[in-house]
């Protein structure tokens, strides 16, 4: 039985979702402040994609210095509240910190990060004044993080920004696709408001590009384009009955969660199928709103799962039961879901088999598909930008695509990351095209 | 089982640790409550004429996330009426025979000294301490320190107290002096029967950023206090140990200043002090603190074999020379336990920027252990004092302990260093990197 009733209002949404990372008062902040080593080189540095000059902005916290240690964060990492909250540090900056060695409890970076960066965002800190104006312009589509990431980095550089948005909100996955537990819609809609008004650039919302005819008005309109378009909807799972009433791709499922929790529709057994992060995300989230039996189910063993040991931890502690080497085969019932038939698998020299004979059937009335996001192949192809066989977006090492005027990062290009992993590399796009254009 | 019973000059005390004359000891009903909690002994806060004392008299030095490093205060002596005192002091006596009860003096004329200490003497007193060491606001008006600063008024006040003193007579001394065995002597001379130091420390604790206004504030104005807490321990120890090793200073010694822990207080006693006194630690943590004094000075002492004080007081002194003295031959060389080392590297940058360029770094990103330069390890201890891990970096020692060889010697053989590019120059043949290397990537 689920711990979790159904939330049936904001208030017990949010009890369901309790931050994780929850914020830090002052004491705390100073107390694990005053812990850091303030190493040399320090591992935690090169651990993060941005590379924040993590010991730095913890001394500046440590001595009272909010606006500077804001300041450091910001400087290397335009998203640096969401970052804070949404980062796997576990496996990134506090995966690398020394105390480790020692077995001792790890900086607490990540909350330390959102400590500074919360009271910047909450006063309204103003951290870049005075920015250039370069008179070019540059077309930013897609207002996810690598968008917000570049358009903060080229206005730096003194360009005009605008950034055309498909949804009706900003911030991409990190506010439609982020685990509840991890940061709050607020949080995420605050950081993107004080970097608008702190940046100066401009974002046009419900406007898909989507024609040829549109993007060459762009081309022509702008000395530059950056693509910040991320990944499409779920992939088919390729399997019977996947077009059943219940059974819907994780994105979907999460984005209508995070956008109307209280009408997201969580059947009473969900299965969940995938072993990646965002299975992770919609057992646990499928838990929190009240499931009484989630099962996750991955082909390949726990040890091939591409998902964090973490996650796997957090689902398993709100109840979620996970199974290994369970390839399903078919969703059961009639136009309806009503359970999900599945073979075991073996792994042989890297080989994945079914093994024989080994069907059975799980009741279920809701199954969840994170098997992994469509690349946007069309929209390239009407861009007339290259991709990979696995239709990731080829760039240079500047970020450009080919010789043509885009440029592009984040998900589009890496194939599906962090949001961290996307704001690193769209402030290299930024200084491509600003290297591109000078 | 050690025995911890301390005399200090004739007083006796069932164990070493007094409370110092402070705000902990300013009434009867405090140095009772911290008797039954185990201390041996108290020092009355200073009697002598009351005084008016300020509103907001302390300031702190917080080091990160520890409070009170330091501590300053500019409280002066006691505003109690002195017959007020007197009487607890007979009570408490009362109900505490076998414990030390010390009156702190300070007044100005040789009646008053005559006058007060007959009081406190008669109200049952078990010894006298002078206060020779307030370092503010009493000293503006020629009474603490500017008493302790000048010996020969020390040994002439001290003079008139022997003059109807019947229990022993303890002489405080202020540490902001250049030579801590002049007043110390002084002392002696005036007929003390015991000496105690160090009193606090002149200091301004702090400055508020927002006001400009120094710590602590009295109606947006400042002034200079007395600095006292753990940072203050190796000012006291020096001290201590300079009146200890003096061969003019030949009464016993009560150590004070930055005890907080059993550590303390044995360091204080192995540097000649009888007993210890203790101010701050007890505003910071109360009187229960002693608990842990006691039994970790007994735990220590039976680990060593000392039965009684005596057998601890003043052992490490024989260990202390001058710097002329100390054998130049002497070699050690740091070494790193690579499997305790964290990678950290804080030896690393200490010794680049702080020392002598003799610790490297693999240069690659999966080693982050660094290693030493031996030949540039002028074994310094800096790395070892930096490093983060317990006992992972360790002195070794080099040279084959054959050769004792002082500065004292090198002088007498004329074979010292006495010109600017003397060939015998310590660090003629010291490798040093090209002062351009510093801006090479």
Redesign the interface.
């Known amino acids: 039985m689920s711990e979790y009733k159904r939330p049936t209002s904001e208030a017990a949404f949010h009890q369901n979702f309790e931050q994780i990372k929850p914020l830090m008062n002052d004491t705390e902040a100073y107390y694990e402040s005053s812990r850091c080593l303030f190493c040399y080189d320090a591992p935690c540095i090169k651990a993060c994609p941005t590379g924040i000059d993590i010991p730095l902005f913890i001394r500046q916290i440590n001595t009272g210095n909010l606006k500077g240690s804001a300041k450091t964060i910001y400087e290397s990492n335009h998203f640096g509240n969401v970052c804070g909250k949404v980062c796997p540090t576990e496996v990134l900056c506090e995966g690398a910190c020394v105390y480790n060695e020692q077995n001792v409890k790890p900086i607490e970076i990540g909350r330390l990060q959102s400590h500074s960066t919360t009271k910047a965002i909450q006063d309204n800190t103003k951290l870049f004044t005075s920015l250039p104006e370069n008179g070019k312009k540059i077309a930013v589509i897609g207002a996810g993080p690598a968008g917000i990431a570049a358009a903060c980095e080229l206005r730096l550089f003194g360009y005009e920004v605008d950034i055309f948005e498909a949804k009706a909100q900003p911030s991409g996955l990190a506010l439609h696709g982020t685990a509840p537990y991890k940061i709050t819609n607020a949080e995420v809609l605050e950081e993107m408001q004080y970097l608008e008004a702190q940046f100066g650039f401009n974002t046009h919302y419900n406007k898909k590009i989507n024609s040829a005819a549109e993007a060459r008005e762009l081309e022509e309109k702008y000395d530059a384009i950056f693509l910040g378009i991320g990944l499409g909807g779920t992939r088919s799972a390729r399997i019977e009955g996947e077009d059943f009433e219940n059974c819907e791709g994780a994105t979907e499922f999460i984005e209508t969660l995070k956008l109307a929790p209280l009408k997201a529709a969580v059947g009473k057994r969900v299965v969940v199928i995938g072993g990646g992060n965002t299975a992770m995300d919609a057992a646990s989230e499928s838990s929190r709103m009240g499931a009484s039996e989630v099962t996750l189910l991955y082909r390949r063993a726990k040890e091939e799962m591409p998902a964090y040991e973490f996650e796997l931890d957090l689902a398993k502690g709100v109840g979620v039961r996970a199974v290994f080497n369970v390839q399903p085969l078919a969703v059961l019932g009639d136009g309806k879901v009503e359970g999900i038939r599945s073979i075991r698998t073996e792994s042989k020299d890297g080989k994945l088999s079914n093994i024989a004979g080994t069907e059975f059937d799980i009741a279920c009335d809701m199954v969840i598909k994170a098997t992994g996001q469509e690349k946007q192949r069309n929209f390239l192809d009407t861009l007339n930008v290259a991709y990979d066989n696995s239709g990731r977006i080829e760039v240079d090492e500047h970020f450009r695509c080919g010789k043509t005027k885009y440029f592009a990062a984040g998900d589009a290009v890496n194939g599906g990351a962090e949001v961290v992993n996307a704001c690193a590399e769209a402030k290299k796009a930024a200084q491509g095209i600003h290297q591109f254009l000078s | 089982m050690a025995n911890l019973q301390a005399n200090l000059a004739g007083i006796k005390s069932p164990n070493p640790f007094w409370l110092a004359s402070a705000p902990p000891t300013n009434s009867g009903y405090q140095i009772m409550k911290a008797f039954d909690a185990g201390w041996g002994g108290a020092v009355w806060k200073t009697l002598g004429v009351p005084i008016i004392n300020t509103s907001s008299r302390y300031g702190a030095l917080h080091y990160?996330?520890s409070r009170m490093m330091g501590f300053n205060n500019i409280e002066l002596i006691t505003d109690r009426p002195l017959s007020h005192n007197l009487k607890e002091i007979e009570e408490v006596k009362k109900y505490f025979p076998d414990h030390a009860v010390i009156a702190s003096l300070m007044v100005q004329s040789r009646e008053e000294w005559h006058q007060i200490v007959k009081d406190v003497q008669n109200a049952g007193a078990d010894g006298i301490e002078l206060n020779f060491g307030c370092p503010h606001g009493m000293c503006e008006r020629g009474m603490g320190s500017a008493v302790g600063q000048e010996p020969e008024v020390l040994k002439t006040i001290t003079e008139w107290v022997m003059e109807v003193a019947n229990v022993p007579v303890i002489v405080k001394l202020t540490p902001n002096i250049s030579d801590i065995t002049e007043p110390a002597i002084g002392a002696v001379q005036g007929g003390a029967d015991a000496i105690s130091l160090i009193n606090t420390i002149q200091s301004v604790i702090g400055v508020d950023l927002d006001t400009f206004v120094p710590y602590p504030q009295v109606d947006g104005k400042s002034t200079n206090g007395g600095y006292c807490g753990p940072a203050v321990k190796p000012i006291a120890l020096n001290m201590l140990k300079n009146c200890a090793q003096h061969p003019d200073v030949t009464i016993p010694i009560s150590g004070i200043g930055g005890i907080e822990s059993w550590r303390d207080a044995a360091e204080h006693l192995l540097l000649g002090a009888s007993n210890v006194q203790v101010c701050t630690a007890v505003m910071h943590y109360g009187f229960g603190i002693v608990r842990e004094m006691i039994s970790g000075l007994e735990n220590y002492m039976d680990e060593k074999g000392f039965e009684t004080l005596d057998d601890m007081v003043g052992k490490s002194l024989q260990n202390v020379l001058k710097w002329e003295n100390l054998n130049l031959k002497y070699k050690v060389v740091a070494d790193i336990d690579t499997d305790k080392?964290?990678?950290?590297?804080?030896c690393?940058?200490a010794c680049e920027d702080g020392a002598h360029q003799a610790i490297g770094?693999s240069g690659t990103?999966e080693n982050?252990v660094p290693h030493i330069i031996e030949e540039n390890c002028v074994g310094c201890n800096l790395c070892s004092l930096v490093c983060?891990?317990e006992e992972c970096i360790t002195m070794v020692r080099k040279d084959d302990g054959k050769q004792d060889v002082s500065w004292t010697d090198l002088a007498a053989k004329d074979m010292a260093p006495t010109e600017f590019e003397d060939e015998k120059a310590g660090g003629r043949h010291h490798w040093v990197p090209a002062p351009a290397d510093a801006l090479k990537k």
């Open positions: 990160r996330d080392c964290i990678g950290c590297q804080l690393y940058i770094l990103e982050r983060p891990v």
